[in-house]
C-alpha cells in the first residue's frame, strides 16, 4: 500500500493548479529543485505519471487529472482532524454552533436557553455565516454544530435531530400590489412584472438560470427588496432580519422547511450529545407562531446516550 504524505499532496495541488513548477514554488515558498524532485519521487511511489513536462509549463495527464479530483477532500479531511483533535484537547473549550445568519432565530434563542439550564454542558459559541456555508465549516472542524435546513442544506453524511418544520413566506418592498396580500402562491410570486425571484447559489456555488438578480449575502438581499428589484421565497423565520421597507406575506403551497441540528457522524463528544438532547427536548409549537408556521405532528425522540443515537442525516441534500 502506498502512503501519501499531506506535504506531497500539498505540493501536487499547487502544481496541478499553477500548471507551471516556477510559479507554484514561489506559490509554496520553496525552491523550485525541491519541489521538482518531491513531485518526481512522488510519480515514482505511485507508478504513475501525473504532469507532462516541456520548458513552457507542465499538463496534468488522465492520473493527474485523478489525484486532483481526490487531493484537496484528503487535504480538508486531515486539516478538520487536526482542528477537532485540538479542540478535544482543550476541556474549558466552548462548543461552536454554525448557523446561517438571520435563520431560526427564536429556536436558536430557545435552545441557547436550555443549553445553559443542562448540568455541566458547555458554553456555546454562536458563529455566524452566509447562505449554504454551514456544511463546509462543520466538515472543516471549524465548528462541532450546525442549524441547518432541509431541503436547502447539504445535510450528506451528517447526523441530524430535526428540530421543527415551517412554511414559507415572500419578502416583498413594502409598497407593491402584492404586499397587501394575506397570502400567495407560488404561481403568483414566480410571475411578478418587473419583481423577478432573486438567485441563491446552489450547493456547487453555481447560479440557477433566470432574470432575478444573484445574491450571495442577506445583506444584500435586504437592500435589493427595500429597493423594490426583488423578492424571494424563504423559511418563515428567517423574518427575524426583516426591514421596515419589507413585507412578509405567506405563501401557502411553498414546500415545508425543516430546521434541524447537524453534527459529523460518530461524534463522541459529551458537549456535542449534551446540546443534541437539548435540541431533542425543545417543541416548535412553543416558539411564536410567524406567518406560515406549521409545528410538527410529534416532537423529535430525545438522544439516547449521545448524539450517535440521532437520526442520520447521510443522503438527504439540499
Known amino acids: 500500500m502506498t502512503d501519501l504524505e499531506t506535504r506531497e499532496l500539498r505540493y501536487f495541488v499547487a502544481v496541478a493548479e499553477e500548471l507551471h513548477f516556477g510559479r507554484a514554488?514561489?506559490?509554496?515558498?520553496?525552491?523550485?529543485?525541491?519541489?521538482?524532485?518531491?513531485?518526481?519521487?512522488?510519480?515514482?511511489?505511485?507508478?504513475?505519471?501525473?504532469?507532462?513536462?516541456?520548458?513552457?509549463?507542465?499538463?496534468?495527464?488522465?492520473?493527474?487529472?485523478?489525484l486532483l479530483r481526490e487531493a484537496p477532500a484528503a487535504l480538508d479531511a486531515v486539516a478538520a482532524a487536526a482542528r477537532r483533535t485540538r479542540r478535544a484537547g482543550s476541556p474549558t473549550r466552548p462548543l461552536v454552533l454554525v448557523t446561517k445568519a438571520g435563520a431560526s432565530h427564536e429556536l436558536l434563542q430557545r435552545l441557547l436557553d436550555a443549553v445553559e439550564h443542562e448540568p455541566g454542558a458547555a458554553p456555546v459559541?454562536?458563529?455566524?455565516?452566509?447562505?449554504?456555508?454551514?456544511?463546509?465549516?462543520?466538515?472543516?472542524?471549524?465548528?462541532?454544530?450546525?442549524?441547518?435546513?432541509?431541503?436547502?442544506?447539504?445535510?450528506?453524511?451528517?447526523?441530524?435531530?430535526?428540530?421543527?418544520?415551517?412554511?414559507?413566506?415572500?419578502l416583498l418592498p413594502a409598497g407593491h400590489p402584492l404586499a397587501a396580500r394575506e397570502q400567495l402562491t407560488l404561481a403568483e410570486v414566480r410571475d411578478v412584472p418587473g419583481l423577478p425571484i432573486a438567485r441563491w447559489p446552489r450547493l456547487d456555488?453555481?447560479?440557477?438560470?433566470?432574470?432575478?438578480?444573484?445574491?450571495?449575502?442577506?445583506?444584500?438581499?435586504?437592500?435589493?427588496?427595500?429597493?423594490?428589484?426583488t423578492l424571494l421565497v424563504i423559511p418563515a423565520s428567517s423574518r427575524a432580519w426583516q426591514w421596515p421597507d419589507h413585507v412578509a406575506?405567506?405563501?401557502?403551497?411553498?414546500?415545508?422547511?425543516?430546521?434541524?441540528?447537524?453534527?459529523?457522524?460518530?461524534?463522541?463528544?459529551?458537549?456535542?450529545?449534551?446540546?443534541?438532547?437539548?435540541?431533542?427536548?425543545?417543541?416548535?409549537?412553543?416558539l411564536p407562531t410567524p406567518p406560515g408556521y406549521r409545528p410538527p405532528s410529534a416532537p423529535p425522540e430525545p438522544a439516547a446516550t449521545g448524539p450517535g443515537a440521532a437520526r442520520r442525516g447521510a443522503g438527504s441534500r439540499g
Not at 49 to 62: H, K, P, V, W, Y
Not at 139 to 168: C, I, K, N, W, Y
Not at 210 to 215: D, T
Open 205 to 229: 456555488g453555481s447560479y440557477p438560470d433566470g432574470p432575478g438578480p444573484e445574491v450571495r449575502t442577506q445583506s444584500q438581499l435586504a437592500q435589493l427588496v427595500a429597493l423594490g428589484r
Open 25 to 66: 514554488a514561489v506559490r509554496l515558498g520553496i525552491a523550485q529543485p525541491p519541489l521538482s524532485r518531491a513531485i518526481r519521487q512522488l510519480e515514482q511511489r505511485l507508478g504513475v505519471q501525473l504532469f507532462e513536462r516541456d520548458r513552457r509549463g507542465a499538463a496534468l495527464t488522465d492520473a493527474g487529472r485523478v
Open 249 to 286: 406575506v405567506p405563501v401557502i403551497d411553498a414546500p415545508d422547511v425543516t430546521t434541524v441540528l447537524a453534527w459529523p457522524p460518530n461524534s463522541h463528544s459529551p458537549a456535542v450529545a449534551s446540546l443534541v438532547r437539548s435540541a431533542a427536548r425543545l417543541h416548535a409549537a412553543a
Open 125 to 170: 459559541e454562536v458563529l455566524l455565516c452566509e447562505v449554504g456555508e454551514q456544511a463546509g465549516t462543520l466538515r472543516s472542524g471549524r465548528a462541532d454544530v450546525a442549524l441547518m435546513h432541509r431541503p436547502f442544506d447539504d445535510l450528506a453524511g451528517f447526523d441530524t435531530e430535526d428540530l421543527h418544520v415551517e412554511g414559507q413566506i415572500a
